[in-house]
């Protein structure tokens, strides 16, 4: 399994961005896709989930409102529009694969696959 996470970059607050995430090496269906951060000295946290196969997706309060997670079955991608940003966004995001799971998960160690993470900087 490879997750190629892309579309990082320097937004000013109350700008947006989108970050992508592609997919391969099997199939994703009946499993999670997730986005997480780290921002630095910080533990990684879950910004957002979605059922690969429903599309049903579930997002941290911290994000709700601002954010929307999609994905694209037929290209293996999944997405991360970030919207309102805030200098407390900033962070390295990740996205994530939980295989075979009907629940989407919050804690990191729940993910069986990673991708490397691009940058989001959000200045004042």
């Known amino acids: 399994v490879q997750l190629q996470a892309s579309g990082g970059g320097l937004v000013q607050a109350g700008g947006s961005l989108r970050l992508s995430c592609a997919a391969s090496g099997r199939s994703f269906s009946s499993s999670v896709m997730g986005w997480f951060r780290q921002a630095p000295g910080k533990e990684r946290e879950f910004v957002a989930g979605?059922?690969?196969?429903?599309?049903?997706?579930y997002y941290a309060d911290s994000v709700k409102g601002r954010f929307t997670i999609s994905r694209d079955n037929a290209k293996n991608m999944v997405y991360l529009q970030m919207n309102s940003l805030k200098p407390e966004d900033t962070a390295v995001y990740y996205c994530a694969v939980d295989l075979y799971k009907t629940n989407i998960a919050t804690i990191a160690r729940s993910y069986d696959y990673w991708g490397q993470g691009t940058l989001v900087t959000v200045s004042s």
């Open positions: 979605i059922h690969w196969t429903d599309g049903n997706p």
